[in-house]
């Protein structure tokens, strides 16, 4: 694990959560929208596990950051890259989605749980696209 891609993942990963985290607390603070239901369209929206639009240009924005940028160097072929990262991304929405279900279920803050939920996923979603998403051909 190289301190660059970490740098690189942090870089990503961190627009797409300011994103997620914007948007969820301005529809559940000034509009009064249940979190969990806005996290599932946030989420769609931040990080692109959603249909459509949205989809499409947020996944392509974070999987050519993370192919180009913060995993580069493990020269990963484009299309098994594409379909692993695709499905990492599936992944980490279900986790998200379950994580925070069950801390709001448990009482937490929808704040609190939405900010734990991100950087437990995003460790997940790391160590996944490092060793298998994005896992190549030696540098």
Known sequence: MSGASVLWFLAVGGAAAAVHLATVWWLVGALGWWPLVVNVMAFGVAFGVAFGVAFGVAFGVSFAGHRGLTFAAQRAPLAQALRRFALVAVGGFVLNEGLYAGLLW????????LVTVLAAVAVVTYVASRWWAFRGRAA
């Not at 448990?106 to 749980?113: F, N, P």
């Open 106 to 113: 448990a009482g937490w803050g929808y704040r609190l749980a």
